[in-house]
């Protein structure tokens, strides 16, 4: 058994509130809270996570610093790149000969790349 496994993503942001709602809108993700009726103090990090349980849970995390360098992990997401800049996303180097993606980043600077939709395969349900 390796001495670790994956458990979670977790994203630093100034305005961790509104960042994870921009993610639950980007990846038709939902706010994964404590139990049914119990209060989540605003200023704990939000999980959001996606419910058909296929990705990750992301954890939202804030932060005081603002995002001053490249991050050295990143999220790499299948989509329209279109909508996500319509959404509030920031183009950063878009495809070309040398790259077969788009590089974004969120509203709070961080970056994720954009590849395009998967090919709908026959007998495989659509995954939108």
Not at 5 to 28: E, I, M, Y
Not at 81 to 93: C, H, N, S, V, Y
Request: aromatic share 8%; glycine share 8%.
């Amino acid at each position: 058994m390796p001495p670790a496994r994956f458990k979670d993503l977790a994203l630093d942001a100034n305005d961790h509130q509104a960042l994870a709602d921009w993610w639950c809108t980007v990846l038709g993700y939902e706010r994964s809270g404590g139990a049914p009726g119990q209060e989540i103090p605003e200023h704990w990090p939000v999980p959001i996570r996606d419910p058909a349980g296929e990705g990750p849970t992301i954890w939202i995390n804030p932060v005081p610093e603002k995002k001053t360098v490249k991050n050295r992990m990143h999220i790499d997401v299948r989509g329209d790149t279109e909508e996500l800049l319509k959404l509030g996303a920031t183009m950063l180097r878009r495809r070309d000969a040398e790259l077969d993606w788009d590089v974004m980043a969120d509203p709070e600077g961080n970056e994720f790349c954009v590849f395009r939709p998967e090919p709908e395969v026959i007998g495989r349900p659509s995954v939108r």
